[in-house]
């Protein structure tokens, strides 16, 4: 099983917020900081950082393993009046240095590469899968 596991809060956090990320890859859809917190009942968006970045080491680490470049799916993430992920991204950007000196113009230039990758990838439940995870339940709406 790939790493995303662990009793510590992001970790408990990063767990529950994949099955959502993947929803929302599935619709087609982003959500900013704050929906993703509400969903996640945390009082500060801020504290998302320890989540997603969790999270993007775990498919950082399952596409090593299996010898494919995995969507950064923590792309779908962005801020209510930006529209772009932070700086956390810069992370898993393809050059880190250029998104974080960005613009935001040119930051949705970087990142909506990476969203449609996200929206468009069919091994969504073979990653869950990997994680020990399940997909949300068809009647449950992602907002």
């Not at 929803?23 to 968006?45: F, I």
């Not at 799916?73 to 250029?98: C, F, K, N």
């Not at 930051?107 to 990838?121: N, S, T, Y």
């Amino acid at each position: 099983m790939a790493r995303l596991d662990g009793n510590q809060l992001y970790m408990v956090r990063a767990r529950a917020a994949l099955p959502i990320l993947v929803s929302l890859a599935r619709a087609g859809r982003k959500v900013t900081y704050s929906e993703l917190a509400d969903r996640l009942s945390m009082p500060n968006p801020r504290n998302l950082d320890h989540v997603l970045g969790a999270i993007g080491d775990a498919l950082l680490e399952l596409s090593t393993r299996w010898g494919i470049c995995l969507p950064r799916i923590q792309a779908l993430v962005v801020g209510r009046s930006t529209d772009v992920p932070g700086d956390g991204l810069a992370w898993y950007a393809p050059d880190a240095d250029t998104y974080r000196s960005a613009s935001r113009d040119e930051r949705k230039k970087i990142v909506l590469p990476m969203q449609e990758e996200a929206f468009g990838f069919e091994g969504w439940d073979d990653v869950l899968d990997a994680f020990g995870l399940k997909p949300l339940s068809a009647d449950l709406h992602v907002r």
